[in-house]
Each structure stands twice: as structure tokens, then as C-alpha cells.
């Protein structure tokens, strides 16, 4: 599922309608017969459709003549001057005039006090309003008729973006309707993504309506949210002769002194998600009791300065920083590892936290490093305050990804992976997953998809998505799900994507 930018997808629109001739009251048509789609119209017996002046408006119009033909009783106000329709809207408006349908010109404060009348009998409202154009802040009228919608109870879709949302940055543009539902089309709009966005477009539905792929692969739509299918097609299938050298040697550098479960949470998911042979180095103070908490996985500890050095110069993948500690000592570690070692580096936790103010050493690495922070990380090691970094993450993200020739793989609420030109959005994961060791068990799976082959960028991304797919299924039954559920259900979710 593409993200597009207004512009963007006005230049698509542009395109279709100038160089592929296709008309824009095609599309306008179109966009009206998937909302109509998502209506549960044998469920209702009336409707209020309030639209504005715009192509917005028009997609409501166009709506409006259909739910009519249905028999639906259908209330159409229309906001704002008439004699600035745009030129779709106005011929929608004049089909409608001509099948004798009434509809309301809402100018003022009284023809929204006799509209309150009408809404108040009709059991959905559709907003169409504004469009994914709007730029400026709503006031007058226009945030009069909000402001009723808002407040009538009633259940509102709203068509392509819930006016007064920036299409853009997903914030506010003075007033915005509170939908139930969005029905957009074709593309996931980019303010989508802010967070607590679901507040305000309820349940987000993308219908095509009708713009050819090849016109998609023309304007060179590189942000995405994933799928099934886009993790289905990458998962290594593993042939009937493969042995466990086929799948990796993953090395996890990991905890400390009062964090032995970091380091056993990054390992064991490295395990349980499919890496051949994994090690966990650690210092000797942990050794022991992490060799008595493994089955499968081996240790070596940071004493054993040859064996350790030979494990890790033989790494296809190598994990470094949960339960690690913040100081001197992690940043040596975090700085050999990233200068004399060849293999990809997924860093997190500590390894990430050591680098504030030591950004510079990430330009001595000799192959692909993955960062996985938080906000939090991320805020400390840019110096960008958290707020910031919220309304603005993909650009942040793509920004430092870029300068430093990293992946950035940025957790939270819709986790954000780019590689500095591309950004594709996980889709998958919840609040249930809000506990202690999560990035852990994220790291080690990250590290695990590495060490069998799959490319560090989408190795990054298949294990956020299948991450988010563990706490999805496992949060339908479960309060609160914690890493170790995870880990158990690691393998049974591969495979299911996998089928």
C-alpha cells in the first residue's frame, strides 16, 4: 500500500486526466461507487451528505445521486457559494437538479440551525466537505457545520480525509470532523500516520478508483505500509538438504550484571525465528547463568578474547547493545565491532544510547548497520526533542538514515524503517506488547532474518511485521503479552505467513 503526499497525488490525478485522457469525472464516479460499497446502505434508511464546494464535494454529490436511486431518504447540504463549484461538483450538482432531488445551500448560522433538524433524523453522515487540497485553517461556517457534526452522535464517514486534516502532517487545520470511518482512495495519505490519528479517520479503508499500476511505478512511490503478501514473498523456503550452516551464524552481544533477560530475550528470538547457529558473547559475569538458560544457543564470554574474535570475524549478522549498560565500556565494545568486523550490525538499547555525542564512528563501518531506537533513542542521540521527531518522522528518519548511510528503524505506534530513500510503514502490533524487553526480542529477530539471508533493509522490515503479527494474535486472548509469548509463537506465525 503506497503513501503519497498531496502533491503527489495531485500530479498522479494530473496525469491520468491530461495524459491518459481519462476523465476526471470518471474517477469522480468511481470514488463515489467504493464509498457506496462501504456503506452498510440495507442497514440504514436515511442519510445526511454535507459537501463542500470542491472535487471533495463533488464525490459526495456523486454519492448522494446513487444512495437516492437506492430509495435511501437523502439529505444533501451543500456549503458554502454555489457559484464557486468546482467544475466536477457542478455538474454533479446538476444531475442532481434535474432528478429533482433537494438540496440545501448551508450560508449562514441559520441554515445550519435548521440543518441540526434535519441531521438529528438520519442515521449516518457522510463528510465530504474538504479533500486531501486543503491547506488552510477552517473557520465561519464551514466550522459551524463541524463542529454540529462532531456533536450530533450520529456515525459519520467521511470521504478520502476527514475534513479539516492536513493530508500532509495529520494535524488539525483549526477544526476537524471525528469520523467513524475514511474511505480513501487509492493511496494511504501520509497524515495518516501521525500519532492518535485514529481518533479522527476511525477505521481507514483504501479503495482504488481505477489509476493504472504503471502511473504508480511512473512518479516513483517509494514509502509504503506492508502487507501479508510483501512478507510472504521474502521469507527464506527452506530446501529439503539445507543444514543449519545455511541459516546463519548469528553472534548476539548482550547484557550485563542485573540484565541477564535482555540478553537471553535478543538470543532466544534469534533462536526461535529460524537462525542456524547463534552465540551469545557476554561478559563472564553472566556466562554462566546464561549457559544454564540455553538449550540451544552457545556462549563466550568477553574473557576469551580469541574465541570471541574468531566467532565474531565468522558472523554472518552480529547484534550488539541490549542490557548492556550506558558507558565506557559498551561504547569500546559498540566501536570494534563496528570497525573490525565485516559482517551487518543491528544495534539497539545500550549500543544506540553509547552513541550520543559518538554519531561519527557509525562512517567507519564496513557493511550495512541497523539502528532499532525508540523515540526516546532517538531523541537523545539527535538532540531532536520527542515532539518533533512525532510530527515530523519520516523526514527525520530518511534524513539521518541518509547522512549516516544507515537503516533506521524507528519503534512505536506504525514503527517506521527506511534506509534513507525508501520508508516503508509495519502495519502490525499493539498496546498489549507495551512491556519490558520487546525491542529486545526485536533486535535478536532482526539479526536471526540477516543471518538467513535476507537483506538487512527487509530483514528490518519482516521482523517488525511478524513482531507486531505475534502480539496481534496473541493479544486476541491475552491482556497483556509479553516477549517470552512472543518467542513461543515466533515459528507457528513465520510459517503461517510463509503458507
Known amino acids: 500500500m503506497k503513501i503519497v503526499t498531496a502533491e503527489k497525488l495531485r500530479e498522479i490525478d494530473r496525469f491520468c486526466i491530461e495524459s491518459l485522457k481519462i476523465p476526471s469525472m470518471v474517477l469522480m464516479e468511481n470514488a463515489a461507487l467504493k464509498v457506496l460499497k462501504n456503506i452498510e446502505y440495507d442497514n440504514i434508511n436515511s442519510a445526511a451528505i454535507v459537501c463542500g464546494t470542491g472535487n471533495n464535494g463533488g464525490d459526495g454529490l456523486a454519492l448522494a445521486r446513487h444512495l437516492c436511486v437506492l430509495g435511501k431518504k437523502t439529505e444533501i447540504f451543500l456549503i458554502g457559494d454555489i457559484s464557486k463549484l468546482s467544475e466536477d461538483c457542478k455538474l454533479n450538482y446538476e444531475i442532481l437538479l434535474n432528478m429533482n432531488v433537494n438540496i440545501n445551500n448551508i450560508t449562514n448560522i441559520e441554515d445550519v440551525s435548521r440543518m441540526k433538524k434535519n441531521i438529528r433524523q438520519c442515521d449516518i453522515i457522510i463528510d465530504a466537505i474538504f479533500g486531501t487540497g486543503l491547506c488552510r ?74 489509476i493504472p499500476n504503471f502511473v504508480v511505478d511512473k512518479f516513483k512511490i517509494n514509502d509504503y505500509i506492508l502487507d501479508n503478501k510483501d512478507i510472504n514473498k521474502i521469507i527464506p523456503k527452506r530446501k529439503k538438504y539445507s543444514h543449519k550452516g545455511d541459516f546463519g551464524r548469528v553472534s548476539i552481544v548482550a547484557g550485563s550484571a542485573g540484565f541477564t533477560g535482555a540478553a537471553y530475550i535478543s538470543t532466544q528470538s534469534a533462536v526461535r525465528s529460524g537462525a542456524g547457529l547463534v552465540t551469545l558473547c557476554c561478559s563472564e559475569i553472566i556466562q554462566k547463568i546464561m549457559s544454564n538458560k540455553f538449550i540451544e544457543a552457545m556462549t563466550v564470554s568477553f574473557k576469551e578474547k580469541e574465541k570471541l574474535n574468531g566467532i565474531l570475524n565468522k558472523s554472518d549478522v552480529i547484534a550488539v547493545g541490549p542490557g548492556m549498560g550506558n558507558n565506557k565500556g559498551t561504547l569500546k565494545i559498540v566501536s570494534d565491532i563496528i570497525k573490525l568486523t565485516k559482517a551487518p550490525i543491528v544495534i539497539d538499547a545500550d549500543g544506540i544510547n553509547v552513541l550520543k555525542d559518538n554519531l561519527d564512528v557509525l ?137
Open 137 to 210: 485553517e477552517i473557520k465561519g461556517i464551514y466550522e459551524d457545520v463541524i463542529l454540529l457534526i462532531n456533536n450530533s452522535g450520529t456515525y459519520v464517514i467521511s470521504i478520502d480525509i476527514p475534513s479539516g486534516l492536513n493530508a500532509n502532517t495529520g494535524e488539525i487545520l483549526g477544526c476537524c470532523i471525528k469520523a467513524n470511518k475514511t474511505i480513501s482512495f487509492q493511496f494511504y495519505k501520509r497524515g495518516f500516520l501521525k500519532y492518535g490519528i485514529h481518533e479522527l479517520t476511525g477505521k481507514i479503508i483504501i479503495e482504488e478508483i481505477g
Open 363 to 499: 562512517k567507519e563501518k564496513n557493511n550495512k548497520i541497523i539502528l532499532t531506537p525508540h523515540l526516546g533513542e532517538m531523541s537523545r542521540i539527535t538532540q531532536i526533542p520527542i515532539d518533533k521527531i512525532k510530527r515530523n518522522r519520516i523526514e527525520i528518519s530518511k534524513q539521518f538514515a541518509k547522512e549516516y548511510d544507515v537503516i533506521l528503524l524507528l519503534k512505536g505506534f506504525n514503527t517506521l524503517i527506511t534506509n534513507g530513500e525508501s520508508v516503508v510503514v509495519n502495519s502490525t502490533g499493539n498496546s498489549a506488547m507495551a512491556s519490558g524487553g520487546m525491542g529486545d526480542c526485536l533486535t535478536g529477530m532482526i539479526a536471526s532474518f540477516i543471518g538467513q539471508g535476507i537483506e538487512p533493509f527487509k530483514a528490518a522490515y519482516v521482523a517488525a511485521y511478524i513482531h507486531g503479527m505475534c502480539g496481534d494474535k496473541l493479544s486476541k486472548k491475552m491482556y497483556c503479552v509479553n516477549a517470552d509469548h512472543i518467542i513461543e509463537e515466533l515459528p507457528y506465525v513465520i510459517k503461517e505467513l510463509q503458507r
